[in-house]
């Protein structure tokens, strides 16, 4: 069993940052990829940035610029630093990780979600 989980939600202002987290632990063997997804009131849920084993990154184009993915797949942790937010980038944002199995068999594991709140 794996287990994610997302910290570092809440209310920020317009122009203001945050900074989320992510750890994944349990029965890891490897991990692939982590990344973060968002998910808006009445939209589906969709790729904020991700970061693959080997520390290539990839970015959904409208948060390029202003977000900022890091971290260490090997360390089982991620992060996401995002500036410059606006009331759009209000969402729940979960934390997805791609586990690799012994048997090479992918499996995908996600957090509950963290709420973040862009508002004046």
């Known amino acids: 069993q794996v287990h994610v989980v997302e910290s570092g939600g809440g209310l920020v202002q317009p122009g203001g940052s945050l900074r989320l987290s992510c750890a994944a632990s349990?029965?890891?063997?490897?991990?692939?990829?982590m990344g973060w997804y968002r998910q808006a009131p009445g939209k589906e849920r969709e790729l904020v940035a991700a970061?693959?084993?080997?520390?290539?990154?990839n970015y959904a184009d409208s948060m390029k610029g202003r977000f900022t993915i890091s971290g260490d797949t090997a360390k089982n942790t991620v992060y996401l630093q995002m500036n410059s937010l606006k009331p759009e980038d209000t969402a729940v944002y979960y934390c997805?990780?791609?586990?690799?199995?012994?048997?090479?068999?992918?499996?995908?594991?996600w957090g509950k979600g963290t709420l973040v709140t862009v508002s004046s």
């Open positions: 349990g029965s890891i063997y490897s991990i692939n990829a």
């Open positions: 997805n990780v791609d586990v690799l199995k012994p048997n090479l068999e992918s499996v995908d594991y």
């Open positions: 970061i693959i084993n080997g520390g290539r990154t």
